[in-house]
């Protein structure tokens, strides 16, 4: 996971943080629809659906009634994380449906994270069908919810994957914050998001929800971050 992930204690302290600061925290489909022009609320999402959001986030969101969004790789629920590239052959649990049905009725939201957790970018188009498609139809019979937003894997997306999931009806897709939408907004369908590391600090976690200049250094961070965790692309592609 190189520092792509929190501690505990770390995730406690911000939103310990957050929550003295104000925050309204709502699920993702909340923001989208009634508090998106409102400054003050917020959503957490998760990518990928390991068992640790539920061993220890949860319990920490849950004693501030807080809810989130989390983005399931359909294909790897109750499995570990064989589609990571593994380095150091350490893996990983993810949710099993039990879990991910009492985060559910917590009041949490699930999106999609595509069915295998690869690249979309590149695939023919029919491939992009499936991965769209199937994951969502997956989630939302099994576990009878919607699933209104998608996760593109590694935060890569284009025209072709904004399209195809209009088409299988997606409200939106989530990715990395490209700097141009900075100075312009993205389409009403692409919803930038700032990812929150290891190694960020109180006053970083600030900084992602100002609209000053110290934005940018947290896009740029976030940015150079992303570029060097794609060694799982490369890893994958060899395999």
């Not at 914050?177 to 919803?191: G, L, S």
């Not at 600030?206 to 060097?228: D, G, P, T, W």
């Amino acid at each position: 996971m190189g520092i792509t992930f929190v501690t505990p204690g770390k995730f406690q302290k911000q939103i310990e943080f957050l929550h003295k600061q104000k925050y309204k925290f709502v699920t993702l489909t909340e923001l989208i629809q009634n508090y998106y022009n409102d400054p003050s609320a917020i959503a957490i999402t998760f990518d990928d659906g390991y068992k640790n959001i539920f061993k220890f986030g949860f319990p920490i969101l849950q004693k501030y009634n807080i809810p989130a969004t989390v983005f399931v790789i359909s294909s790897s629920i109750s499995n570990k994380n064989n589609w990571d590239a593994n380095l150091g052959w350490i893996q990983y649990d993810h949710l099993s449906p039990s879990e991910i049905s009492k985060l559910i009725k917590a009041g949490w939201e699930i999106g999609s994270h595509s069915v295998n957790h690869k690249s979309l970018i590149g695939m023919k188009l029919d491939q992009i069908y499936y991965e769209l498609n199937e994951s969502k139809t997956i989630l939302e019979n099994q576990f009878k919810t919607s699933v209104n937003y998608f996760a593109s894997p590694f935060g890569r997306t284009n025209y072709q994957v904004l399209e195809m999931a209009k088409k299988v009806g997606y409200k939106g897709i989530c990715g990395f914050f490209p700097f141009k939408y900075i100075k312009q907004k993205p389409p009403r369908e692409i919803i930038p998001r700032l990812a929150v590391y290891y190694t960020d600090s109180l006053p970083s976690i600030a900084r992602k929800l100002s609209h000053e200049k110290s934005l940018k250094i947290e896009i740029l961070k976030q940015n150079v971050i992303n570029f060097c965790a794609n060694a799982t692309l490369v890893v994958d592609t060899l395999r």
